[in-house]
């Protein structure tokens, strides 16, 4: 598919065959810039805060670049950006030739995100909706991405001008959601589905995080949020339930400590085998896998 049969943002044809930009009344999806070549675009989206969306998006870039695979994090929650603090990333990003180079991590992930930009990284971001919109056009228009496998959009909770603008502007390839075990938390989540539907966004499947706290003395899971209703969520509205992650205390500490490219724990293994099934489902040969991987 070139990239002038994606301009359609939402409408049934997109990303097929009968796609024709020219008689489209949708919003156009933003072309990539000549500093950029990405293949894959992931949005990972909770509809509701505080399920550990930015660890699970931060976790999944892991994961990949483990795999062998150039990757990106675009974070699109302007007002609550978290990625740079996960990874430990402190220097502004650079500008060459009228684009902005992307920060990398220690491990070559590269990232965007305004928190990078700010004075102090603790600085509110009093924006009304279209300037954050905006802000996020020109993460993906102005930024010199280079050569990438994968770009993971870190979204901002719930179905506002952010999603929307996400949704209709970037050429997603497909959506994760995130949702903890709690019925009110799958409610808020069963929107965001909603959303995706309505904007013809395809999504990849669920991800449960915060599942369980395993007994550090025998194992047992402990369901500190109650029962799960996200796998019945999932069979009833036909998705793959992808990964079930745990409270893992180490991978806060590290997050904590911007090392979350060292963790090795029990969630990792789910992202694991959510990166396999992303590579069957969007293609993606293994260059290499990196060693202790």
């Known amino acids: 598919m070139t990239q002038d049969q994606a301009k359609c943002s939402t409408c049934k ?64 929650d302007i007002t609550g950006p978290s990625i740079p603090k996960l990874f430990g990333v402190i220097d502004r990003p650079e500008q060459f030739n ?40 020109q993460f993906w228009t102005d930024v010199a991405w280079g050569e ?26 497909g959506l994760l959601v995130v949702s903890s075990p709690q019925d009110l938390s799958m409610m808020v989540v069963k929107k965001a589905i909603k959303m995706a539907r309505m904007i013809n966004v395809p999504i990849l499947g669920l991800v449960e ?22 796998g019945e969520a999932a069979q009833k509205n036909n998705l793959p339930l992808l990964a079930v992650l745990p409270v893992d205390p180490e991978l806060a500490e590290l997050g904590d400590a911007g090392l979350i490219e060292n963790y090795n724990g029990t969630s990792m293994q789910g992202m694991e085998s959510l990166v396999k099934v992303l590579e069957k489902t969007l293609g993606g040969k293994i260059i290499k896998e990196r060693e202790g991987a």
């Open 98 to 137: 009228n684009f902005i180079l992307p920060a990398r991590t220690i491990t070559g992930i590269r990232m965007m995100s305004l928190n990078l930009l700010l004075p102090q990284e603790d600085d509110p971001v009093i924006w009304r909706g279209p300037i954050l919109s905006s802000a996020v056009k």
């Open 148 to 173: 990438l496998d994968y770009l993971i959009v870190d979204m901002p909770p719930g179905t506002g001008d952010v999603p929307l603008t996400v949704m209709q502007s970037l050429p997603l390839n």
């Open 13 to 76: 044809d997109r990303n097929t065959e009968q796609c024709n930009p020219e008689k489209c009344s949708e919003p156009p999806v933003l072309p990539l810039n000549e500093a950029s070549d990405i293949k894959r675009v992931v949005a990972v989206m909770s509809g509701k805060g505080g399920v550990g969306k930015s660890s699970v998006s931060a976790l999944l870039a892991v994961a990949l670049a483990r795999r062998g695979h150039q990757v990106g994090i675009l974070d699109a």
């Open 209 to 230: 995080n915060m599942s369980y706290l395993p007994c550090p003395y025998c194992g047992e899971k402990i369901h500190l949020f109650g029962s799960s209703h996200v």
